[in-house]
Structures are given as C-alpha cells and as structure tokens.
C-alpha cells in the first residue's frame, strides 16, 4: 500500500477552520469571548461600587440620627435632651469606625472597577 503524502497546498482552508474550532483558538471566537468576559467583570464591579455605596449610605444615615437624638428640642433650654450626650460616645465611636470602613472598602471598590475598565 502506497502512503499518500499531504502537503501544505492540498490541505484546504476549511480542514484548518475546523482544526481550529476544534482546539479552540479560533481567533474570531477568542475575541468575542474576552470581550463578553470583559463586559462582565466591567458590570460586577460597578453593582461592587454601588453595593459598598448604599452600605456606606446606611453608615452616614446611622450618624444623622445619632445627630437627632444630640440635638435638643428647645436650644435654650439643654434639659430636654432625651438621651444623655455621654452616654453616646461609645455609640458614635462604633458608628464612625463603620463609616470610615465602609469609605475604605468604597475606594478599594471603585479602584478595581477603574483598574477592570482600563
């Protein structure tokens, strides 16, 4: 039996095309599957930024109301103070803590959406 020899010009460009597909570097489809990744990470970071945003709001809402509750009803009259002023600054410390863990983990949050859209 003779061996058949197969040279470059004998191999059609469709048997490449296949071969390709098969392997899975087909260059239009890598291309399209990076951009579809990159789309992706593009919108988890952004619902990231805006997850740590909202939570970050709920920190400074907190702190408005502790705000209220410091402030007297007539501001002539210091007496009315509903709640005593020291009695809060073990609620203030924790709140302040949280707001500023909460700016911190926004920034770390827009910096890797900045670095995932460049």
Sequence with gaps: MAKTVRTAETTSAKSKSIKRSVAGD???KSAKTKKQAKKKAVNSAALLVEDEF???RWAHRAYGCVQNFLAPL???NVEE???EPRGLTALM???NAET???IHTLEKAIH???KVMH
Excluded: H, Q, Y
Aim: hydrophobic share 50%; aromatic share 4%; net charge positive.
């Design 74 to 76: 007539n501001s002539l």
């Design 100 to 102: 500023g863990r909460r």
């Design 93 to 95: 410390e924790l709140i």
């Design 112 to 114: 890797a959406a900045r």
């Design 54 to 56: 909202n939570n970050l």
């Design 26 to 28: 087909d260059p239009a």
């Design 81 to 83: 103070f509903l709640v």
